[in-house]
């Protein structure tokens, strides 16, 4: 139906006809690559329903380890658990005896004594010990024949767990991987840009760069409409709302999902369009927490907020041309505001541009609408 607040799969995921078809040739053709795209945009969506019902994928979210031996440790356990052992760095420490003896029972033991080697090093060394973790993932789909496809989630993230040499050398691992198709997702497109884009990077012309763009609006409109007319629920210019949102996944699905509970709870069936945008405003101020600490973060620095609200409301701002252009670039890396033309930005995230363009937060008004 309308699920929010996780990735969704199977029949709550509402197809991006255009794009699952470009998905899923290159997964079909081992093809490694690249999706940037803001925050709440459904990029761990449509990989793990495009991955959905298969065993060989390995999904890290760098976004959730502390450090670069914490990110190595996961891919290590996952990498095992293809050979079905699980938690393999744990049983080395608890249960040496028997892991060695899994090991050999499923025939890597070869594979699995070089980790063990690692494991009891009192100086292991992060990088060293990161890079044997991608190499763990190879020679094990090497050993079983197949092709493991590995994402990482928010990869740039990368670079608060190590300096930057980490690209040059994680590079110069993964180029000799023919059993692995590496999946790279990113929400601050800056950064991900600069990683896969610059001609520098020693990621450069390793992996496609595939946009995700805004939920298809028309398909997203004929999904919902089909879902309401199953529950003979009419709302008025629904298709003028989702315009307004500008399809952006996250916030469109959790609009259509408060008016359906409101529906269902209630038992109205007909929802004037005036109804809608009080609707979506409660909306709103549902995200306001969320909302208020991106505001808070950029008052941290100085001309941070003044050049958002100035984006917001298509305003000028009489800043000097080196201030306004370091506080954009800024605001890029922060992942708030991207770049669509010469001096020209827009502001990723549509319920925070909504806020910037009031008089008074505590008094929501939809304008434009």
């Known amino acids: 139906m309308f699920i929010t607040g996780k990735p969704v799969t199977g029949k709550n995921f509402i197809d991006r006809k255009k794009h699952l078809p470009l998905f899923q040739t290159y997964l079909e053709q081992n093809q490694s690559f690249m999706i940037k795209a803001p925050r709440r945009f459904g990029k761990t969506s449509i990989i793990k329903h495009l991955l959905e019902g298969k065993k060989e994928f390995i999904y890290i979210d760098v976004k959730r380890v502390s450090s670069l031996k914490s990110l190595a440790n996961n891919i290590i356990n996952s990498?095992?658990?293809?050979?079905?052992?699980?938690?393999?760095?744990?049983?080395?420490?608890?249960?040496?005896?028997?892991?060695?003896?899994?090991?050999?029972?499923?025939?890597?033991?070869?594979?699995?004594?070089?980790?063990?080697?690692?494991?009891?090093?009192?100086?292991?060394?992060?990088?060293?010990?990161?890079?044997?973790?991608?190499?763990?993932?190879?020679?094990?789909?090497?050993?079983?024949?197949?092709?493991?496809?590995?994402?990482?989630?928010?990869?740039?993230?990368?670079?608060?767990?190590?300096?930057?040499?980490?690209?040059?050398?994680?590079?110069?691992?993964?180029?000799?991987?023919?059993?692995?198709?590496?999946?790279?997702?990113?929400?601050?497109?800056?950064?991900?840009?600069?990683?896969?884009?610059?001609?520098?990077?020693?990621?450069?012309?390793?992996?496609?760069?595939?946009?995700?763009?805004?939920?298809?609006?028309?398909?997203?409109?004929?999904?919902?409409?089909?879902?309401?007319?199953?529950?003979?629920?009419?709302?008025?210019?629904?298709?003028?709302?989702?315009?307004?949102?500008?399809?952006?996944p996250d916030y469109s699905i959790q609009f259509l999902q408060k008016v359906?509970?409101?529906?269902?709870?209630?038992?109205?069936?007909?929802?004037?369009?005036?109804?809608?945008?009080?609707?979506?405003?409660?909306?709103?101020?549902?995200?306001?927490?969320?909302?208020?600490?991106?505001i808070t973060k950029v008052k941290q620095k100085k001309h941070h907020l003044e050049v958002l609200e100035a984006i917001a409301n298509n305003i000028k701002i009489n800043l000097d041309s080196k201030t306004l252009y370091n506080v954009h670039i800024s605001l890029e890396n922060y992942g708030i505001i991207k770049k669509i033309g010469l001096g020209k930005y827009k502001i990723n995230d549509i319920f925070l541009k909504i806020y910037l363009m009031q008089n008074d937060y505590n008094d929501i008004r939809l304008i434009g609408i």
């Open 79 to 248: 990498a095992y658990k293809l050979s079905s052992i699980d938690n393999f760095i744990l049983k080395a420490k608890e249960s040496l005896f028997d892991l060695i003896k899994s090991i050999q029972r499923v025939k890597i033991d070869d594979i699995g004594e070089i980790t063990i080697k690692l494991l009891e090093k009192q100086d292991l060394d992060e990088i060293e010990y990161f890079l044997h973790s991608l190499d763990i993932v190879e020679k094990i789909a090497i050993k079983k024949d197949i092709n493991v496809k590995l994402v990482f989630d928010e990869f740039q993230d990368i670079l608060l767990l190590a300096n930057k040499d980490i690209l040059d050398k994680a590079r110069s691992v993964m180029q000799h991987h023919n059993n692995i198709t590496y999946i790279f997702l990113g929400s601050i497109e800056s950064i991900m840009s600069k990683i896969f884009e610059n001609k520098s990077s020693p990621f450069f012309h390793f992996a496609t760069i595939l946009d995700l763009p805004p939920l298809d609006i028309d398909e997203l409109y004929q999904y919902s409409i089909k879902i309401f007319n199953k529950e003979k629920i009419q709302l008025q210019n629904l298709k003028d709302i989702l315009i307004y949102l500008n399809g952006h």
């Open 260 to 294: 359906y509970f409101i529906a269902k709870a209630n038992g109205e069936n007909i929802f004037l369009f005036q109804q809608l945008k009080n609707i979506l405003i409660e909306v709103i101020l549902t995200n306001k927490p969320y909302l208020e600490e991106i």
